[in-house]
Nanobody
Framework: QVQLVESGGELVQAGDSLRLSCQVSGRTFSISTISWFRRAPGRDREFVAGIYWRGDSTWYADSAKGRFTISSDNAKNTIYLQMKSLKPEDTAVYYC????????????WGQGTQVTVSS
């Protein structure tokens, strides 16, 4: 089993920066990639950014390119999402999810952390 715990979400103003953290524990050897997703009430969950657990290649949704940066600190078993130039439309619950090597699916999800951006 893999456990994911997000933290760092809070109320900020448009234009502010914020860093989210995802603490990973358990059977981390079974993870291929970890990604950030977000979901606003009444909206579908959408992909934000992803990173290889045992590498540093990253990929982003168009909405995140140039503003968000995903990174990892394997010594701390932690994934980060550094967000800058936040916009009200970034308001959502942000989740981290781990894709399993065996299934190729996002089998593990955190509980989410709320990010609210006011105008």
């Amino acid at each position: 089993q893999v456990q994911l715990v997000e933290s760092g979400g809070e109320l900020v103003q448009a234009g502010d920066s914020l860093r989210l953290s995802c603490q990973v524990s358990g059977r981390t050897f079974s993870i291929s990639t970890i990604s950030w997703f977000r979901r606003a009430p009444g909206r579908d969950r959408e992909f934000v950014a992803g990173i290889y657990w045992r590498g540093d290649s990253t990929w982003y949704a168009d909405s995140a390119k140039g503003r968000f940066t995903i990174s990892s600190d394997n010594a701390k078993n932690t994934i980060y999402l550094q967000m800058k130039s936040l916009k009200p439309e970034d308001t959502a619950v942000y989740y981290c999810a781990a894709k399993s090597v065996g299934t190729g699916k996002y089998d593990y999800w955190g509980q989410g952390t709320q990010v609210t951006v006011s105008s």
